[in-house]
T-cell receptor, first 111, second 113 residues
Framework: DAGVIQSPRHEVTEMGQEVTLRCKPI?????LFWYRQTMMRGLELLIY????????DSGMPEDRFSAKMPNASFSTLKIQPSEPRDSAVYFC?????????FGQGTRLTVV | AQSVTQPDIHITVSEGASLELRCNYS??????LFWYVQSPGQGLQLLLK??????LVQGIKGFEAEFKRSQSSFNLRKPSVHWSDAAEYFC???????????FGAGTTVTVRA
């Protein structure tokens, strides 16, 4: 398996634009997580899916953030409109049991 | 809710020397404990985990960690570091049926020649 695949690896966008981050989890994993990593706040859990269903989105910072998982092999995290303070590395992780496997992340820069 | 503290933000160690990274957790029962490593520009990779049983666990890349319930600690050790061990290390705790992993702030390890 190629592991958790995220795209794009880097994204630079202007404030106010819509940004969509993509994630392909490891086949067979039934849990998927989106994390955000910043110097100031470290790793923050944004949202958790189990069997494609959002279980807990309490970490999503604002209504500007939304996430979907239309099927077991694909998830998106959307920010609309984006703001400079959204600049961070966004990680997707999938899990079967307690071992989480992380993607390489998407480095988002909002200017 | 569970939480994790990594007291050391940054550690510098000479190549070949031993390394110990501290991790303290807060949780009322026996937690599930993890150490992850993050190399620059990469995602997090699991080094080792503790669920139950032997309190000394072996992981990948020559790392080991010891669970000490009395000290609420799960410190990571390596007897002899290599330059490739320079990275950021995260301790994490999970508990019971709670799906969430709580991560520490991380410790950056620099290896000098």
């Amino acid at each position: 398996d190629a592991g958790v695949i995220q795209s794009p690896r880097h994204e630079v966008t202007e404030m106010g634009q819509e940004v969509t981050l993509r994630c392909k989890p490891i086949s067979g994993h039934n849990s998927l997580f989106w994390y955000r990593q910043t110097m100031m706040r470290g790793l923050e859990l944004l949202i958790y899916f189990n069997n494609n269903v959002p279980i807990d989105d309490s970490g999503m910072p604002e209504d500007r953030f939304s996430a979907k998982m239309p099927n077991a092999s694909f998830s998106t995290l959307k920010i609309q409109p984006s703001e400079p303070r959204d600049s961070a590395v966004y990680f997707c992780a999938s899990r079967e049991g307690w071992e989480a496997f992380f993607g390489q992340g998407t480095r988002l820069t909002v200017v | 809710a569970q939480s994790v503290t990594q007291p050391d933000i940054h550690i510098t160690v000479s190549e070949g020397a031993s390394l110990e990274l501290r991790c303290n957790y807060s949780y009322g029962a026996t937690p599930y404990l993890f150490w992850y490593v993050q190399s620059p520009g990469q995602g997090l990779q699991l080094l080792l985990k503790y669920f139950s049983g032997d309190t000394l666990v072996q992981g990948i890349k020559g790392f080991e960690a010891e669970f000490k319930r009395s000290q609420s600690s799960f410190n990571l050790r390596k007897p002899s570091v290599h330059w490739s061990d320079a990275a950021e290390y995260f301790c994490a705790v999970g508990a019971g049926n709670d799906y969430k992993l709580s991560f520490g702030a991380g410790t950056t390890v620099t290896v000098r020649a």
